[in-house]
């Protein structure tokens, strides 16, 4: 499925690009950049949609990462966000690959007039061969203005820009019969072909359990959305070393979310 799509958008979770310990997992970025490039090399169009603003601020500044008031939590985003882009930025380099960020907030997807300009940038953007690195603006949404998750923001994202395909990178390997946090014996579904069922019959009601990064729940929306307009999606470990060369290769188990016109 990545082999023949052209315009990807890659969404990294947040248990994606953290630690064992809580803090930027550099070697994942790194890596990441590198299996970009290699997919830009192949003529690829790439867009990532990334977490992690709060972990890399908390990494900087560790003092703040108990307190609970709205306040620190932005300002370490507002921190984060730097020491993120930084990361992108300095792998990315070794590539000779430029990075562009856009941060967004609900009310940009909801505006024509946002959109448009959205739009016109990434196109923008990807004609010079930048990869445009996309966030919610933490340190200014309040509830009202909030997207809601990533898995959301990148769903949003693929379906402005009429990509091929959405790679969301997570913490577990797919789409599960059953929550497999919870038993032991629970089956990966390799495809779907039909998301209104698997969102029908799939308990999404646990919500002490992440059963992955955002939830099932969003996920299961995101790959809807992306179905709705014709648009793939893939989840996939993001834990799994060159995890998009795997899945560049048809190595790496998965879960394929195929839009009707695809199956």
């Known amino acids: 499925m990545l082999d023949k799509a052209r315009k990807i958008v890659i969404k990294i979770g947040s248990n994606t690009i953290s630690n064992s310990k809580g803090f930027i997992n550099e070697h994942f970025i790194k890596n990441l950049c590198e299996e970009v490039a290699f997919l830009k090399q192949k003529g690829k169009e790439i867009i990532i949609v990334t977490s992690g603003a709060k972990i890399s601020g908390i990494s900087a ?6 307190k609970s008031d709205i306040n620190y939590k932005q300002a370490l985003c507002a921190i984060g966000q730097v020491r993120l882009l930084n990361s992108y930025d300095k792998y990315f380099a070794e590539y000779g690959i430029n990075i562009g960020q856009i941060l967004l907030t609900r ?18 953007l990807i004609d010079e061969g930048v990869v445009p690195i996309i966030n919610e603006n933490d340190t200014v949404c309040v509830k009202e203005l909030k997207i809601g998750d990533n898995d959301t923001l990148a ?14 990178l997570s913490d577990i390997a797919g789409l599960y019969n059953k929550n497999p946090k919870e038993y032991a014996d629970a089956e990966l579904i390799e495809q779907v072909t039909d998301i209104e069922d698997i969102i029908r019959h799939t308990d999404t009601s646990n919500k002490t359990n992440e059963f992955g990064t955002g939830g099932i729940k969003t996920k299961l929306e995101a790959a809807k959305i992306c179905n709705d307009y014709d648009i793939d999606m893939i989840l996939a470990s993001g834990k799994e070393e060159d995890v998009l060369l795997k899945l560049y290769e048809n190595t790496l188990k998965c879960t394929c979310f195929i839009a009707e016109n695809h199956s």
């Open 155 to 168: 769903s949003y994202t693929a379906k402005l820009w009429n990509a091929d395909l959405l790679i969301i």
């Open 61 to 66: 500044i560790n003092k703040w990462s108990r």
């Open 107 to 124: 009310d940009d997807f909801y505006d024509s007039d946002r959109m448009l300009n959205i739009r016109n940038t990434l196109f923008t």
